[in-house]
């Protein structure tokens, strides 16, 4: 079992800077797959970030460049650099984990954190 809980969101304007962190309990951390989705009020939770083993990462088109996946294997921590923030960012933050390799589908994570809100106001 893995357990997750995130930390690190606010309201914040834009252009304005957030980092969020998810702390992992259990074993074998490096070995999962952490992951950062986003979900908005009437909108489905979509794939932000993933940051893999060996400092590989992962990010969709509309963040790539101003957000950063990051993990420290040692510490169990994932992390979410956010910089550049824009309104349309605004959304609830979920860590999830998945054993195995990357991926962008939300049903495939079995492990997910309760979420972190993150506003941005313009």
């Known amino acids: 079992q893995v357990q997750l809980v995130e930390s690190g969101g606010g309201s914040v304007q834009a252009g304005g800077s957030l980092r969020l962190s998810c702390a992992a309990s259990?074993?074998?951390?490096?070995?999962?797959?952490m992951a950062w989705f986003r979900q908005a009020p009437g909108k489905e939770r979509e794939f932000v970030a993933a940051?893999?083993?060996?400092?590989?990462?992962a990010d969709r088109d509309s963040v790539r460049g101003r957000f950063t996946a990051t993990r420290d294997n040692a510490s169990k921590t994932a992390s979410l650099q956010m910089n550049s923030l824009k309104p349309e960012d605004t959304a609830i933050y979920y860590c999830?984990?998945?054993?195995?390799?990357?991926?962008?589908?939300?049903?495939?994570?079995?492990?997910w954190g309760h979420g972190t809100q993150v506003t941005v106001s313009s």
């Open positions: 999830a984990a998945r054993f195995g390799g990357p991926s962008g589908i939300s049903k495939d994570y079995a492990y």
């Open positions: 259990g074993r074998t951390f490096s070995d999962y797959t």
């Open positions: 940051s893999l083993s060996g400092a590989r990462s």
